[in-house]
């Protein structure tokens, strides 16, 4: 894999994500974060999944970004490189037959670094 990573290629070391579960219960799940709640908001709005459904959304990310490639980058305030990956979930309940794009940001801190999820959204 080519250092920086280059948009349309697959996220490096995906398979090593970290950060994942704690962010989407800490923050993208959580309607009591104060910048968190829109994206939970969103989530239960679009696909059914609320903090009652964190093993699913953490798989469908997880199995996602194995094969998606990275839409855009950019640099962030300490230097670092930002992985924008858009991968498809499917939703849960009533809302099982639907499936939306979700759009995950990862950190990589270095080329040997494994990439740390920093948000994920419903993208409707």
Request: aromatic share 4%.
């Amino acid at each position: 894999m080519s250092w920086p990573p280059k948009i349309g290629e697959p996220l490096p070391r995906a398979a090593q994500a970290t950060g994942v579960r704690e962010k989407l219960a800490d923050y993208s799940l959580n309607p009591e974060s104060e910048d968190g709640s829109p994206k939970a908001h969103g989530f239960a709005l679009i696909l059914g999944i609320t903090i009652d459904h964190l093993d699913h959304l953490e798989s469908e990310i997880r199995a996602g970004i194995l094969t998606a490639a990275v839409k855009s980058l950019r640099e962030n305030a300490i230097g670092r490189i930002n992985c924008v990956v858009e991968l498809p979930v499917r939703g849960v309940g009533e809302k099982s037959e639907r499936t939306v794009n979700v759009r995950t940001v990862w950190e990589l801190a270095d080329e040997g670094s494994a990439p740390r999820l920093v948000s994920a959204f419903p993208k409707p």
